[in-house]
């Protein structure tokens, strides 16, 4: 789709929201965790959901390396959500099982970068 003018519009193709918990940016405390992912359906088997997942991982291990906060990183994944498993799987984050806290999901983790 393109405006009147000829010029393409601006897309957003994938998205991740990461940061920390129980800890603050400036201080070595807390746990790194994937909030959400998400690709268009336009950009379907275009891997943008494993490069925007790659660059989150760098932007945390940058910070690791910096803050000296553990590298771990956690994510919860609904169990029906065979795409994000797979997602999470091939980019090292391990099943752990239900997450005490929203048992409707499980708790995936990745230790080191």
Same mark, same amino acid.
């Given at each position: 789709? /393109?405006?009147?003018? +000829? ?11 990461? #940061?920390?918990?129980? +800890?603050?940016?400036?201080?070595? =405390?807390?746990?790194?965790?994937? +909030? ?12 943008? +959901? ?10 945390? /291990? ?5 803050? #000296? !906060? =553990?590298?771990?990183? #956690?994510? !919860?994944?609904?169990? @029906? ?8 799987? !091939? ?5 752990? #099982?239900?997450?005490? =806290?929203?048992?409707?999901?499980? @708790? ?6």
């Amino acid at each position: 789709m /393109k405006p009147s003018d +000829g010029h393409a519009l601006d897309e957003i193709y994938a998205f991740v929201w990461f #940061g920390i918990v129980n +800890g603050k940016k400036k201080d070595a =405390e807390g746990t790194y965790i994937i +909030g959400y992912i998400a690709r268009s359906l336009k950009a379907h088997e275009c891997h943008f +959901g494993d490069f925007t997942l790659k660059h989150a991982i760098h932007v945390i /291990k940058e910070d690791s390396e910096k803050s #000296g !906060r =553990e590298p771990i990183i #956690g994510t !919860r994944i609904d169990p @029906r959500n065979q795409a994000s498993q797979k997602l999470f799987a !091939r980019n090292g984050f391990q099943d752990t #099982g239900i997450d005490d =806290e929203a048992p409707e999901y499980h @708790r995936w983790v990745r230790i080191g970068f």
